[in-house]
């Protein structure tokens, strides 16, 4: 009988996608993040907002193991990937990351960009990866560029281009560190605009931006961290209209 309770009880889970508990990092002497208790449900839209420096891009970077808490557990997707010997290789695959820098390989065309990792690390077949890959080329608005290289495209359309490179991987969870960080400002609109496409789908979205319109428009939460802190979390109306911490107020009142 409690044989059955247990394993009831491990397949429901405790019914969040991303689950967060007690996570502390240090560099070194440096406190990173601090008592970080976050839960994430499936089909989310987190905002990630923050000065420059205060843990953002290590949290996130936590949720897919590319950085290992000094302690406290991570569970996605029903995998526990801070336990020893947890199959971090399994659990990246349904979580892509993309990056200020857009990362895409230079050597390789658009759509090689975009096959790689599913046919080296998923195995799926070239034609099936290639297939999807237009697919997706298409809805970031770029099949006329599949046979283009990385150098021969905008900053914008190269973050478009890692965002379908992104979707090819089919993950469950989407990470966006500063996404529009490093565009010009005229291509940071088309960048937004595939990303709020792409926040009507059941897809989990974790987002790092200062892009506040954005935020507004697509977050069910929005998070703001201090000094490795989460200060403050809340629905966007009440975030930005009527937030508790001084701390936040102050952080909103410099960047709106
Ligand atoms: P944010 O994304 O909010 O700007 P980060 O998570 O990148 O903040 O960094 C938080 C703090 O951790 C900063 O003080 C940063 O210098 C430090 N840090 C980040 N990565 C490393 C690392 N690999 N080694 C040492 N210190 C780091
Ligand atoms: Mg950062």
Same mark, same amino acid.
């Given at each position: 009988?409690?044989?059955?309770?247990?394993?009831?009880?491990?397949?429901?889970?405790? %019914?969040?996608?991303?689950?967060?508990?007690?996570?502390?990092?240090?560099?070194?002497?440096?406190?990173?993040?601090?008592?970080?208790?976050?839960?994430?449900?499936? %089909?989310?839209?987190?905002?990630?907002? +923050?000065?420059?420096?205060?843990?953002? $891009?290590?949290?996130?970077?936590?949720?897919?193991?590319?950085?290992?808490?000094?302690?406290? $557990?991570? &569970?996605?997707?029903?995998?526990?990937?801070? =336990?020893?010997?947890?199959?971090?290789?399994?659990?990246?695959?349904?979580?892509?990351?993309?990056?200020?820098?857009? #990362?895409?390989?230079?050597?390789?065309?658009?759509?090689?960009?975009?096959?790689l990792a599913p046919i080296k690390v998923q195995g799926v077949d070239r034609k099936k990866a290639e297939e999807t +890959?237009? =697919?997706?080329?298409?809805?970031?608005?770029?099949?006329?560029?599949?046979?283009?290289?990385? $150098?021969?495209?905008? +900053?914008?359309?190269?973050?478009?281009? =890692?965002?379908?490179?992104?979707?090819?991987?089919?993950?469950?969870?989407?990470?966006?560190?500063?996404? &529009?960080?490093?565009?010009?400002?005229?291509?940071?609109?088309?960048?937004?605009?595939?990303?709020?496409?792409?926040?009507?789908? #059941?897809?989990t979205m974790v987002v790092v931006t200062h892009e506040m319109g954005f935020a507004r428009q697509v977050a069910d939460?929005?998070?703001?961290?201090?000094?490795?802190?989460?200060?403050? $979390?809340?629905?966007?109306?009440?975030?930005?209209?009527?937030?508790?911490?001084d701390r936040t107020k102050l952080f909103l009142s410099k960047i709106l």
């Open positions: 009988m409690s044989a059955c309770i247990l394993t009831v009880w491990t397949e429901l889970g405790d %019914g969040f996608l991303i689950t967060m508990e007690n996570v502390e990092k240090h560099f070194g002497k440096l406190h990173v993040l601090k008592n970080i208790n976050l839960h994430i449900e499936t %089909g989310e839209k987190l905002v990630v907002i +923050g000065p420059s420096g205060s843990g953002k $891009s290590t949290l996130i970077r936590c949720i897919n193991a590319l950085e290992k808490p000094t302690s406290g $557990s991570i &569970t996605v997707d029903g995998v526990e990937i801070t =336990a020893r010997k947890a199959p971090i290789n399994t659990v990246r695959q349904s979580v892509a990351m993309v990056f200020q820098s857009f #990362n895409l390989y230079p050597h390789k065309t658009v759509l090689e960009n975009l096959t +890959g237009y =697919a997706y080329l298409e809805r970031v608005g770029l099949t006329e560029k599949a046979h283009s290289f990385p $150098s021969q495209l905008s +900053g914008g359309q190269q973050q478009r281009v =890692a965002i379908a490179r992104a979707l090819n991987m089919h993950p469950k969870i989407i990470l966006f560190d500063e996404p &529009t960080s490093a565009l010009d400002p005229e291509m940071i609109q088309e960048v937004l605009d595939v990303m709020v496409g792409l926040s009507k789908d #059941n897809i939460r929005v998070i703001f961290m201090d000094d490795g802190e989460i200060v403050e $979390s809340g629905a966007p109306e009440h975030f930005f209209t009527n937030p508790s911490s």
